[in-house]
């Protein structure tokens, strides 16, 4: 990943919450005061975007330095000690909150998707995020995903065409959609289509989609589209899977369980600064 794109959402998250100045560190503490301070988890999960959260400190205090106790992908639990910081008192209080709000909010996306995983072991279904992103986040969300064990589904609307019910409807249909779109798209990119029917997967399945996403079906039903497209799609299931039907998804024989709620909506990880 570009340092310069971690660098932008550093700059800006810092310019939006210090702005000019912080008013409590700067007129409590004395610029020369040099402090250490720890990263300490207050939950069991995964680690993920340390080195993020180690920037915030390095693009503000050119004296900062770190021990790193713990890597991103690393099970924590409750009282690890994560790192050991050590900088000028004033900017580490400054840089607090920015790199905790990013440190906790990847390593929640990390534990929620190593949970999922876990839920659907032994079964052949990868578990996905969505580009349910938070604006200018995508990147570090999605390799967030990838730390807790899950894989990436598009980045952007260049990656891949996905025919989503609109699309379809604007076009006039599947096939219409896939052909037109055949016709048009370099061999290096795939087609999936969204369907909500078994007639629907039917005509995407002879249209030649290479994905087709089984949106908000039951159980019964996506088990008869695995049964009727029999390895010559990829089947994505999607729409309201959660912790409690997950296993029993993954269980149908699709492919790819995709979550939005991965990124979208996912709890933070709890960890703490302290200064010692």
């Given at each position: 990943m570009?340092?310069?794109?971690i660098d932008r959402i550093?700059?800006m998250?810092?310019?939006?919450d210090?702005?000019?100045?912080d008013v409590?560190s700067d007129?409590?503490i004395?610029?020369?005061q040099?402090?250490?301070a ?7 999960g995964?680690l993920c975007g ?7 400190f ?10 790193v106790y713990?890597?991103?992908?690393d099970r924590l639990q409750k009282g690890d000690?994560?790192a050991?910081l050590s900088g000028?008192t004033?900017l ?15 390593s929640?996306i990390?534990?929620?998707t190593a949970a999922?995983?876990?839920?659907t072991?032994?079964t052949?279904?990868?578990i996905?995020?969505t580009?349910?992103t938070?604006?200018?986040?995508r990147a570090?969300q ?8 899950g ?7 260049s990656?891949?065409a ?6 379809i409807?604007a076009?006039g249909?599947?096939?219409?959609a ?8 370099g061999?290096m990119t795939?087609?999936e ?5 078994l007639?629907e997967?039917?005509?995407a399945?002879?249209?030649g989609?290479?994905?087709i996403?089984?949106d908000?079906m039951d159980?019964?039903t996506?088990?008869?589209a ?6 010559r799609?990829k ?9 409690q039907?997950i ?5 149908t024989g ?11 909506s996912?709890?933070a990880f709890?960890?703490?600064m302290?200064?010692?």
């Open positions: 570009l340092q310069s794109y550093i700059h998250a810092l310019e939006e210090v702005n000019y100045q409590t007129f409590l004395d610029e020369k040099i402090s250490k720890v990263f300490l988890a207050k939950a069991d995964i340390l080195p993020v959260a180690l920037r915030v390095e693009l503000l205090d050119k004296d900062f330095s770190a021990i713990k890597q991103d992908g000690r994560i050991e000028h004033r580490l209080l400054e840089g607090e909150r920015t790199a905790l709000n990013l440190l906790q909010h990847l929640g990390a534990t929620a999922a995983v876990a839920l072991k032994g052949f279904a990868s996905a995020d580009r349910k938070l604006p200018g986040l570090l999605k390799y967030a995903v990838t730390v807790g064990g894989k990436n589904h598009r980045f952007n609307l990656d891949a996905m025919l989503k019910d609109n699309h409807d076009a249909g599947i096939t219409p896939i052909t037109k779109l055949r016709a048009k798209l061999h795939k087609i289509v969204e369907t909500r029917s007639d997967v039917r005509e399945l002879a249209a989609a290479d994905i996403m089984l908000n159980l019964e996506m088990r008869r695995v049964e009727l497209t029999a390895g799609a089947l994505e299931a999607s729409g309201n899977i959660t912790a039907t296993a029993d998804v993954a269980k699709v492919d790819i369980i995709s979550m939005g709620a991965l990124t979208h996912v709890q709890d960890i703490s302290k200064i010692q």
